[in-house]
């Protein structure tokens, strides 16, 4: 079937990891009229030329994701744990970020943000690289090496959250899993939407999503957002920019290119949260800014391209090839704590310039065949991929021995320091990271009860990071080979039993105080799980238990001279047991669920560390041991095609250690929040929703660095939206 006949249809890329008819999903979330008409509601269908298409509507649910093996494998079919947080979900959630899309899956807990800036969260208690926030993809390229701030969705359709290590398929990640982010593709139906939202703390956006036909051959697609307010944070305010045009182009029946573009800017305060004085949290409200709102923006820029060709040989063979060009910066000045407050009130605090700039550069050629050998079918999968990453960072602080006071009351702050501290350069370096690897993959069907998964990928790297200042530049080229096997076991069309194991590896930046080059990180992983899908292919679950072990993790040097460096603290382990249910309960009852069980802990420390206290047993920082979150909706059809919807969410988040330095020990207390969601559809151009997110202003704590830089959650906020289709 050629990928003229889909695109003609309407029926959109649900990611580009190969712009693959056969990966083409609808855009739009089904109407709960709809889903309840009749037995066959899920299923949409579509006859041209008397071909016929099948398009599975499942509220909060997909069948299939594409991040996992690049190709449209169905979920219940892998040996792994695999999320998709759904359009309909996030529309029905009020989410417009991918914090917040990810607070709907399990084993998925916040950290530090670095100021507020960027996204970072850890899976199964691994968090990634801290200088650029945690690893994420979007279309299958890794969209996060750089300075790219807050991921805003207004060009989100999905969100795949791939539990356990991704090496084989995608090399360099953490092994507690991978997000990938799927775009909005351009269609040849012509749609427009306008959007409008307003709320607490003088918070407003706008957002469009227009697509449609240039001509019979080449489709667009433009989401532009943007967003300006300010913060339950004292004197913060904050804007961000997001705009994504895109395009198809139908070479022929049988080959597609396709081209996606970027450009973000944010501006905001660096702003570290509050701290615990002698560890006691809520000493200061959660509102308090300790930074100086003299200090101005931070101010983010990115600016990425992807472009994609597929061609489809025939039926059983296709080749699939892309590139992927990002320049992100990140410039401006910030004031944060320093110290504790000796006298309990008057908090020493430190001036810092940052004048940040990288270059990731990416591409991959694929090719995907079907074959059988004898009654065994397999699913093929040859690549190569590559890629080059510049990462420079030039950084200022304050002079250690500058005797100018630069502290603030934290009980009574008066901004507006007359004399700033004089600031000397701490850091000028420069990274080049080269990588290039082979890989393969065969999914066996060797019945319709037993299917298993096979990968191996080779990856060969070469780093060199040069210290302008102590004129050092160490150099390393390491190299990893990463397998993964798992196997599945089917008893009953509705039941999936797995099991699975797999290695990974990711290259940790920078170097020692020394100038040694860090060896990478190592990890192997092992999980088992049941997969379950109700009768009516309405409600999906997944249960899966794990156990990760990864060496040579790094953390800040302990020696207080040496805090811009790293150490080898030496094993790390992960296990734990994660539950996620989401689908349609009864008619027009939508729900959302999950819950983790994690013990992340330090299982073998460096002499350097334990002297320090990062002794075995230590857990992870912001990794609570229990989680849990539940997300319902319910849709009520009214008359002349009006309908309306209630709903809302509970989310709990177990006590936390709080700091990164074990002779901080203070602990983050567990919280447990609630929120509203409504909408109205008043015709079929109009919806108005109204959200109240922290429905009983719960003071609460998200994440941490250190006792001293604590982020806090947000309080009460009201959110109403109007959104028009034309």
């Known amino acids: 079937m050629s990928t003229r006949y889909f695109l003609r249809t309407a029926i959109q890329a649900s990611a580009c990891l190969a712009c693959s008819p056969s990966l083409w999903a609808a855009d739009a979330a089904p109407s709960p009229a709809d889903a309840a008409s009749s037995s066959n509601a899920n299923a949409a269908t579509t006859t041209l030329n008397t071909v016929e298409v099948k398009m599975v509507k499942q509220p909060y649910r997909n069948i299939s994701a594409t991040g996992a093996t690049k190709n449209d494998a169905l979920i219940k079919d892998l040996p792994m744990s695999v999320r998709v947080i759904t359009a309909d979900l996030l529309s029905d959630a009020g989410v417009t970020d991918l914090s917040g899309a990810l607070d ?61 290590p991704s090496s084989a398929l995608y090399g360099r990640g953490e092994p507690g899993g991978t997000v990938n982010i799927t775009t909005k593709k351009p269609l040849f139906q012509p749609a427009q939407t306008v959007e409008l939202s307003g709320g ?53 029946d049988n080959t597609t290119l396709s081209y996606e573009v970027e450009a973000v800017q944010q501006k905001a305060p660096f702003d570290r949260g509050v701290l615990a004085v002698n560890n006691q949290l809520g000493v200061v409200p959660v509102s308090r800014f300790l930074g100086e709102p003299g200090d101005g923006d931070m101010t983010i820029k990115s600016l990425g391209h992807q472009i994609f060709l597929q061609h489809d040989f025939n039926d059983d063979w296709s080749l699939q090839t892309g590139l992927s060009y990002r320049k992100s910066s990140l410039t401006g000045y910030s004031t944060e704590a320093f110290s504790p407050p000796s006298d309990g009130r008057t908090l020493p605090r430190q001036r810092r310039f940052r004048d940040y700039n990288a270059t990731d550069v990416s591409g991959r050629f694929e090719v995907l065949g079907k074959v059988a050998t004898g009654p065994v079918k397999h699913s093929l999968l040859f690549g190569v991929d590559a890629y080059s990453f510049d990462d420079d960072r030039y950084q200022m602080r304050g002079k250690p021995t500058d005797t100018v006071p630069y502290a603030i009351d934290i009980y009574d702050p008066v901004y507006g320091v007359s004399t700033a501290p004089t600031l000397v350069p701490i850091t000028n370096s420069q990274e080049r990271q080269r990588a290039r690897a082979v890989y393969a993959q065969d999914q066996l069907e060797f019945s319709e009860q037993w299917k298993a998964l096979v990968g191996l990928r080779y990856d060969k790297y070469d780093q060199t990071v040069t210290d302008l200042i102590n004129a050092k530049a160490p150099q390393q080229s390491p190299s990893a080979t990463s397998p993964r096997v798992g196997l599945v076991y089917q008893p009953t069309k509705t039941l999936s039993l797995y099991a699975t194991a797999s290695k990974g590896f990711r290259p940790n930046s920078g170097a020692s105080v020394a100038g040694d080059p860090f060896p990478p990180e190592t990890s192997r992983s092992y999980e088992v799980g049941a997969k379950l899908d109700s009768a009516d292919s309405k409600l999906t679950g997944t249960l899966a238990l794990y156990q990760i072990r990864k060496k040579n993790v790094l953390t800040t040097d302990p020696n207080p001279a040496n805090i811009n460096y790293s150490i080898a603290v030496g094993e790390v382990e992960s296990k734990g047991v994660e539950l996620d249910v989401s689908g349609e309960v009864v008619a027009n009852l939508r729900l959302s669920a999950a819950y983790a069980y994690t013990d992340a802990r330090v299982t073998s420390s460096t002499t350097a560390a334990a002297a320090t206290g990062l002794a075995e047993g230590r857990r992870f920082p912001n990794v609570p041991r229990n989680m849990a979150n539940v997300f319902a909706t319910y849709y009520i059809p009214l008359s002349n095609g009006q309908r309306a919807s209630i709903g809302g969410g509970v989310s709990y988040v177990g006590e936390r250690l709080g700091s990164v330095d074990a002779n901080d020990a203070f602990t983050l207390p567990a919280y447990t929040v609630f929120k509203l969601v409504s909408s109205y559809t008043v015709n079929k151009h109009l919806r108005l929703s109204l959200d109240i997110d922290n429905l009983f202003n719960k003071a609460y704590y998200a994440s941490s660095y250190s006792s001293l830089w604590v982020y806090p959650g947000t309080e009460r906020k009201f959110t109403a939206t109007a959104q028009y289709k034309f």
């Open 104 to 164: 709907l899956s399990s084993g998925i807990s916040r950290q530090n943000n670095f100021g507020g800036l960027w996204n970072s969260y850890s899976m199964r208690g691994f968090t990634g690289d801290p200088n650029f926030g945690s690893d994420y993809m979007v279309n299958g390229f890794n969209s996060s090496r750089g300075y790219n701030g807050l991921r805003d969705g207004a060009n989100t359709n999905t969100v795949e959250v791939l539990k356990g």
């Open 200 to 252: 607490s703390f003088n918070t407003w956006r706008t957002a469009v999503d227009l697509t449609g036909p240039v001509n019979e051959s080449v489709a667009y697609r433009l989401n532009a957002a943007f967003e300006d307010g300010d913060s339950f944070r004292d004197t913060v305010h904050a804007r961000h920019y997001l705009v994504s045009p895109s395009f198809v182009w139908m070479l022929s």
